[in-house]
């Protein structure tokens, strides 16, 4: 392995491991909010790009953490909690998204709470929590746990905000990687299948970033705000393009 390969190799693993923690957090989050409201385990989804699904990003379930499962928007509590912003509570609730879920993740939902996690007019996704903590297996959420489990959401927005700036951050490095890759001739680190796609969509955002240095701190905070609202459009878009600033 030549000692240009093992230096991006190495910035690589780094990259991934900060995400992997950042994922961490937000497992341990849902941890936390499950003991505080007695629930036996607990997730957050997150809107596919066209906000007709959602997905697992991370789960107290190892059958769904993460998994390929796909939760419709319609006609599902959580798309329900997705698309009103509403917490809602249900006993045995009956859909095609918790059928699906029941079967995957081999448990059947007595109970069901669901809460949006939403910040600046932006729902970053939704936090599920499913049955009852010992002791507790008989007791439907109550109120005041349904109202400490939205407070639980708001900080939830934070602990999303960070997961998707350090996404963005080493989806920037991984996209340099690929260009020193290319520009070296290694061939085992042009492509990175699992990083590829979340990449290119940072394209744009990362190359305003970049310009950004040379500004004063004002005109840089405002750069920095375009960037991560054209960071919300890229996981709306599935669209590839080129640009030279």
């Known amino acids: 392995m030549s000692d240009f390969e093992t230096a991006l190799r190495r910035i690589r693993k780094h990259g991934e491991g900060i995400l ?12 936390d909010t499950s003991d505080a409201i007695h629930a036996s385990e607990g997730s957050i989804l997150v809107p596919s790009e066209d906000e007709t699904e959602l997905r697992f990003l991370v789960s107290m379930n190892p059958a769904l953490d993460p998994s390929d499962i796909r939760v ?9 909690v997705f698309s009103s912003r509403q917490a809602m509570a249900k006993i045995h609730p009956d859909s095609i998204g918790v059928s699906k879920v029941d079967e995957a993740a081999k448990l059947t939902t007595k109970y069901l709470l669901a809460v949006p996690i939403v910040d600046d007019d932006r729902v970053y996704g939704v936090a599920t929590f ?29 602990g999303m905000k960070l997961y998707r700036k350090i996404e963005f951050s080493t989806s920037v490095a991984e996209l340099e990687i690929r260009e020193h890759a290319c520009e070296f001739g290694l061939d085992g680190l042009e ?17 305003l970033a970049e310009k950004s240095l040379t500004l004063p701190e004002r005109e840089r905070e405002m750069l920095y705000r375009m960037a991560d609202l054209l960071g919300e459009y890229a996981e709306r878009t599935d669209v590839e393009e080129d640009y030279d600033l």
């Open 191 to 207: 492509e990175n299948s699992g990083a590829r796609g979340v990449a290119a969509k940072y394209r744009l955002p990362a190359l």
């Open 72 to 80: 419709p928007v319609d006609g599902s509590v959580s798309g329900y």
């Open 130 to 158: 499913v049955n009852r903590a010992e002791g507790h297996a008989d007791e439907p959420f109550s109120i005041d746990e349904l109202k400490m489990a939205q407070g639980f959401g708001e900080i939830y927005a934070t």
């Open 20 to 31: 992997d923690d950042a994922a961490e957090m937000l497992r341990q989050l849902v941890r």
